[in-house]
């Protein structure tokens, strides 16, 4: 079984608890009282309990956390971000600590399988997929769904999509009764040139043209598009940005913690003309 990652965490506190239980797992005699051995503290499980239940973790031990779980560089500070960010006294420094946590994060995503590429064949898939996430619905009324959605979907179309995403896997219905999403975010993997994908991203590329002809309330539609002539130096420079945007886009859903009130389409094109 391999050690829990850090990237996957919102809370450094379970990460704390899932690390210490992976790791008696490999070595039956690391106990919470041998972690803070460890640390640096006398044998005693309340330390590490205590940190569990809330207690705040002061600068030279998260150090030692990092140290006695071997966490590698990046992940070390990752971590320590991640306890500031948790441990936040104002909104002010929660939001300087969030945007350490996106800019360290590494692409937290989960990763499509080749039998999973279904979901591309159409964008209503991934479309609705990011609406249940917004809406508490039963799989009562697809016409109502429909109705909500832009642009509208008729029960057809609703009942198509609900049935890859279930089929997939991708939306379960949680305790209340309500379709939701399995995953935050969703990735075919770098580099990936599929049919599929492909056309889901000429239906993106029309949605985007009915949403410019659509009439939406001032402020709903934030568009750009610009041309550029650069050098082949500068075009690399280009792609690498646009990689670690994609990367900080995911990073950002991945750790919002607060419930889902909106739903985008973003879409990012670096399309050659000459």
Not at 3 to 26: C, G, H, I, M
Not at 50 to 59: A, I, M
Request: proline content about 5%; charged content about 25%.
């Amino acid at each position: 079984m391999d050690a829990p990652s850090v990237y996957t965490y919102n809370n450094f506190r379970p990460f704390l608890a899932d690390w210490q239980a992976w790791k008696q797992e490999l070595e039956p005699d690391f106990t919470r009282s041998e972690f803070s051995r460890r640390l640096g503290l006398p044998r005693t499980r309340s330390f590490l309990n205590d940190v569990l239940r809330g207690k705040k973790v002061t600068s030279t031990f998260v150090g030692r956390f990092t140290q006695v779980m071997a966490l590698g560089h990046e992940e070390g500070q990752f971590f320590q971000a991640l306890v500031k960010f948790n441990q936040a006294e104002s909104s002010q420094e929660r939001e300087l600590y969030f945007e350490q946590l996106v800019q360290l994060n590494r692409a937290p995503r989960a990763v499509l399988d080749r039998e999973a590429w279904d979901y591309y064949k159409d964008w209503r898939n991934a479309a609705l997929r990011c609406v249940l996430d917004v809406i508490d619905w039963d799989g009562e009324d697809p016409v109502c769904l429909g109705k909500k959605m832009f642009p509208r979907q008729t029960p057809g179309e609703v009942k198509n999509a609900v049935g890859v995403l279930c089929k997939l896997g991708m939306v379960e219905k949680n305790p209340l009764g309500f379709w939701k999403p399995t995953q935050k975010t969703l990735s075919t993997g770098d580099g990936v040139r599929d049919e599929r994908v492909r056309q889901q991203q000429l239906g993106c590329l029309k949605l985007s043209e009915q949403a410019m002809l659509a009439e939406l309330p001032s402020g709903e539609r934030d568009t750009t598009a610009v041309f550029l002539s650069v050098s082949a130096e500068a075009e690399l420079v280009l792609r690498r940005r646009l990689a670690h945007f994609r990367s900080e886009i995911r990073s950002i859903v991945h750790k919002d913690e607060l419930p889902a009130s909106r739903a985008f389409h973003l879409g990012m094109q670096l399309i050659p003309i000459f």
